[in-house]
């Protein structure tokens, strides 16, 4: 069965960030926490609920991810203590979308703070993610909860990081299966270095060509067609 560990592709970019997170189950010395932060479409969700999905059976401690948006919209709607004990207590916390804190307000920003200083005074490891720059993020309690976290930027994949990840992502839905049609490589040489911005784009194109279009079509189709049908 296919995980979506398998389609991480790490690159000098995103490397301190990816495999910090990927290795953030083992026994350390200390407690970590990082604040990681680059533009949409990088895969820094991805890699985050790619670990926390996992369960490394050789590293027994407890992971848990989770969006910030999950956390505001539970508090208002009436706190969750079981909830906010998982996230509070767990001894990884992956909180992606930390900008969610900031949309909701003073009520978001003191949520950050509390449970970020609730981690720290317990030692526990703590990655948060964002779009920005923690400079940009537009709440000093928020900025002021981060301030010692080590900062590292994840970088979007270049043409080859993106080439190597079309491959994987068309690897998703193919499987070991030799019986379902795959996109020639000219096609995805095209996806990869001329259509795609960053990895969530060459993943909806992928996602596209293979629900939307007929396996028969599929094996044989090419360049000048995928130009067509994705309106480039």
Sequence with gaps: MASMLDEIVITDGNRQAFETILSIGREHEGFVELFVWGSPGTGKSTVVHARGRERDLLAPRRIVSCHAGEIVDVLQSGANDEFLNRIGEADVLLLDGVDRFVDAGELGAEICRLLLTQRKRAGLDTVVVSDVPLEEIASEKIREALADFSAVEVKPLDAQGLRQFAERIQNSFVGKSADIAR???????????????????????????????????RGAITREKVTELLGV
């Design 183 to 217: 996109l020639n490589d000219d096609v995805l040489d095209f996806i990869a270095q001329d259509f795609a911005q960053n990895a969530a784009d060459v993943r909806n194109a992928l996602r596209f060509l293979f629900t939307e279009i007929s396996e028969e079509e």
